[in-house]
């Protein structure tokens, strides 16, 4: 059985950093690709930043230069490190194992003054 745990987030102000991580279980996590996507209200879900299982990374155009993902093989584990946070960054962060309809249930990234 496929597990995605996510834990992190939660409220911060603007300019700001948060962490994410996700746990993996029930697949060969050193030989998947990991992302984050994540989802505001009314908007459609969107990529944040994605890893390789090389550790080839990725990031969407409105994160580039503050969001950072990397990847602990031996803990089955993906992080979003987010810094300088903004209002616009407040969504639902999903983590999802690349290649296939894997999704961790969610967190929540709230920035506000």
């Known amino acids: 059985q496929v597990q995605l745990v996510e834990s992190g987030g939660g409220l911060v102000q603007p300019g700001g950093s948060l962490k994410l991580s996700c746990v993996a279980s029930g697949i060969i996590f050193s030989a998947s690709g990991m992302a984050w996507y994540r989802q505001a209200p009314g908007s459609q879900r969107e990529l944040v930043a994605g890893?390789?299982?090389?550790?080839?990374?990725n990031y969407g155009d409105s994160v580039k230069g503050r969001f950072i993902i990397s990847r602990d093989n031996a803990k089955n584990t993906v992080h979003l490190q987010m810094n300088s946070l903004k209002p616009e960054d407040t969504a639902i962060y999903y983590c999802?194992?690349?290649?296939?309809?894997?999704w961790g249930q969610g967190r929540q990234v709230t920035v506000t003054s």
């Open positions: 999802k194992q690349r290649g296939t309809a894997n």
């Open positions: 890893i390789t299982s090389n550790g080839y990374t």
